[in-house]
Nanobody, 124 residues
Framework: QVQLLESGGGMGQFGGSLKLSCAASGRAFSGGTMGWFRQVPGKDREFVEDIIWCVENTKYADYVKGRFTISRDKADNRLYLQMNSLTPEDTAAYYC?????????????????WGQGTQVTVST
């Protein structure tokens, strides 16, 4: 199985930017799909964006259109989320997820592998 480790979270300012990273290790992940989700306390985990690893097809949630961009580095087995134009509503724990099938999905139940999460807090 694949292990996932997020980094890059922290404090951001309204209108500012942050870049999250997710390192994949363990069983070779030469294909499949990876994604980002987020969650605030008391609410369900929410889809952000995902990407099919080998062809770079992506799907994103409407609320991140034009602001967040998912990308991947095949050589380093890393997934990224560039977050621009941050708002306080983007405050959440952000999770990296992976699966070995090539299928974009916005449902957390479609992903069997998860990182531990990284907190993003956006101040006004």
């Amino acid at each position: 199985q694949v292990q996932l480790l997020e980094s890059g979270g922290g404090m951001g300012q309204f209108g500012g930017s942050l870049k999250l990273s997710c390192a994949a290790s363990g069983r070779a992940f030469s294909g499949g799909t990876m994604g980002w989700f987020r969650q605030v306390p008391g609410k369900d985990r929410e889809f952000v964006e995902d990407i099919i690893w080998c062809v770079e097809n992506t799907k994103y949630a409407d609320y991140v259109k034009g602001r967040f961009t998912i990308s991947r580095d095949k050589a380093d087995n890393r997934l990224y989320l560039q977050m621009n134009s941050l708002t306080p509503e983007d405050t959440a724990a952000y999770y990296c997820a992976a699966k070995y099938s090539q299928l974009l999905t916005s449902s957390p139940s479609g992903y069997p592998y998860w990182g531990q999460g990284t907190q993003v807090t956006v101040s006004t």
